[in-house]
């Protein structure tokens, strides 16, 4: 029932910028944490940043300054500003969201397919 569709990823070089974007579709009734996560060539997903219902955001340490994670609930869309891009950000992108669908008392985590970023010269 639900999808979370992810958009905005590409090639950039090093010091440049995008915006990824993660709709999330279906039976929603409510959305608790949304975040982003990364996967590096070789190496295991870790987080990003994730953003709380209320706003509160977190940021891996490799990316505080240089990224900024949004949402728009009235869209149901997370977003992730990303500035002054490194080769070491080239990875792939997932979305997730913690929520519940329409008659469901409890929430759980999806995840997007995934979006290639990558940073080179």
């Known amino acids: 029932q639900v999808q979370l569709v992810e958009s905005g990823g590409g090639l950039v070089q090093p010091g440049g910028s995008l915006r990824l974007s993660c709709v999330a579709l279906?039976?929603?009734?409510?959305?608790?944490?949304m975040g982003w996560y990364r996967q590096p060539p070789g190496k295991q997903r870790e987080l990003v940043a994730h953003?709380?219902?209320?706003?509160?955001?977190t940021y891996a340490d490799s990316v505080k300054g240089r990224f900024t994670i949004s949402r728009d609930n009235a869209k149901n869309t997370v977003y992730l500003r990303m500035n002054s891009l490194k080769p070491e950000d080239t990875a792939v992108y997932y979305c997730n969201a913690d929520l519940a669908t329409v008659g469901r008392t409890y929430t759980y985590n999806y995840w997007g397919q995934g979006t290639q970023v990558t940073v080179s010269s």
């Open positions: 953003i709380t219902s209320g706003g509160r955001t």
């Open positions: 279906g039976n929603i009734f409510s959305i608790n944490a």
